[in-house]
């Protein structure tokens, strides 16, 4: 049995096994894996984790679990402490870039051997960021880069990873932090990742105002960023721009007038 089938009948077992009619929330933990894959006679992945991460970032769950959840709704895994998950009902509203958005043009300070020699999308997404300073253009903050693929514990959650943290400033002085979730190729962005974000920062950042980022490559050197909200509904979009990254002889008279046209509230 290949290593995606394996991880769909274990994480399917998992979730029935435990499921019962109008229930929101099914608890387990990373014992059962162990569990279900002796029952089943299957070989255990080398990394346990890597199955729970795999459908709470990479993969969509089975859809045995999917057709369990009423209209409108989705379920997803959440942590709940060291080596314990739930999978939890949310409106299915999945975060995607809008088509109808339109771009702005942004002279790309990449350089050239480091676009030869990125070796993921996600790595290669975060190094656009940074050389960019797309940030502090989208967030209108000055941003400095404190730490990337930051992992760390937070109660009630247990481990948690954000792909970047930045630090920033603004003209009154006030203090920022951005952690920023990055997504390259087929991967999407994941209302669990945000929701985390906004707990490591409460955690680890208490007293900096917290802003929620997520990046995500359209194709064609197009980055859509995002900036969430949380709040009685959960977690909200505040904010979402386009940059597409040009040489600067591509930004013409006629982009720079659009630009300034447009409200600085934008």
Same mark, same amino acid.
């Given at each position: 049995?290949?290593?995606?089938?394996?991880?769909?009948?274990?994480?399917?077992?998992?979730?029935?096994? &435990?499921?019962? $009619?109008?229930?929101?929330?099914?608890?387990?933990?990373?014992?059962?894996? $162990?569990?279900?894959?002796?029952?089943?006679?299957?070989?255990?992945? &080398?990394?346990?984790?890597?199955?729970?991460?795999?459908?709470?970032?990479?993969?969509?769950?089975?859809?045995?679990?999917?057709?369990?959840?009423?209209? /409108?709704?989705?379920?997803?895994?959440?942590?709940? /402490?060291?080596?314990?998950?739930?999978?939890?009902?949310?409106?299915? &509203?999945?975060?995607?870039?809008?088509?109808?958005?339109?771009?702005?043009?942004?002279?790309?300070?990449?350089?050239?051997?480091?676009?030869?020699?990125?070796?993921?999308?996600?790595?290669?997404?975060?190094?656009?960021?940074?050389?960019?300073?797309?940030?502090?253009?989208?967030? /209108?903050?000055?941003?400095?880069?404190?730490?990337?693929?930051?992992?760390?514990?937070?109660?009630?959650?247990?481990?948690?990873?954000?792909?970047?943290?930045?630090?920033?400033?603004?003209?009154?002085?006030?203090?920022?932090?951005?952690?920023?979730?990055? &997504?390259? /190729?087929?991967?999407?962005?994941?209302?669990?990742?945000?929701?985390?974000?906004?707990?490591?920062?409460?955690?680890?950042?208490?007293?900096?105002?917290?802003?929620?980022?997520?990046?995500?490559?359209?194709?064609?050197?197009?980055?859509?960023?995002?900036?969430?909200?949380?709040?009685?509904?959960?977690?909200?979009?505040?904010?979402?721009?386009?940059?597409?990254?040009?040489?600067?002889?591509?930004?013409?008279?006629?982009?720079?007038?659009?630009?300034?046209?447009?409200?600085?509230?934008?």
């Amino acid at each position: 049995m290949s290593k995606s089938k394996s991880y769909i009948t274990i994480i399917e077992h998992i979730f029935l096994s &435990k499921y019962a $009619e109008e229930v929101r929330e099914v608890s387990f933990e990373r014992e059962d894996i $162990e569990r279900i894959a002796k029952e089943l006679n299957i070989q255990l992945p &080398k990394n346990l984790g890597d199955l729970i991460y795999s459908f709470r970032y990479r993969t969509v769950l089975p859809e045995a679990i999917r057709n369990k959840a009423p209209k /409108g709704e989705a379920w997803i895994i959440r942590p709940i /402490g060291r080596s314990r998950y739930k999978f939890a009902l949310v409106p299915d &509203k999945p975060i995607t870039p809008t088509e109808m958005m339109s771009e702005i043009k942004v002279p790309d300070a990449t350089p050239g051997i480091v676009i030869m020699y990125s070796l993921k999308d996600e790595q290669a997404l975060l190094a656009k960021l940074r050389y960019n300073r797309l940030i502090d253009i989208f967030t /209108g903050v000055t941003c400095y880069s404190l730490q990337n693929h930051l992992r760390t514990t937070v109660p009630k959650l247990g481990q948690v990873e954000t792909d970047e943290i930045y630090v920033g400033i603004d003209r009154r002085g006030v203090h920022y932090v951005f952690p920023v979730q990055a &997504k390259g /190729g087929k991967d999407k962005l994941n209302v669990v990742q945000i929701e985390q974000d906004f707990a490591l920062c409460a955690t680890k950042f208490p007293s900096l105002i917290c802003r929620s980022i997520g990046a995500q490559f359209m194709g064609d050197n197009v980055i859509a960023l995002f900036e969430f909200e949380v709040g009685e509904q959960g977690v909200t979009l505040h904010l979402e721009k386009h940059y597409r990254l040009v040489s600067p002889d591509e930004i013409e008279d006629a982009d720079l007038n659009t630009y300034q046209q447009r409200s600085v509230s934008d």
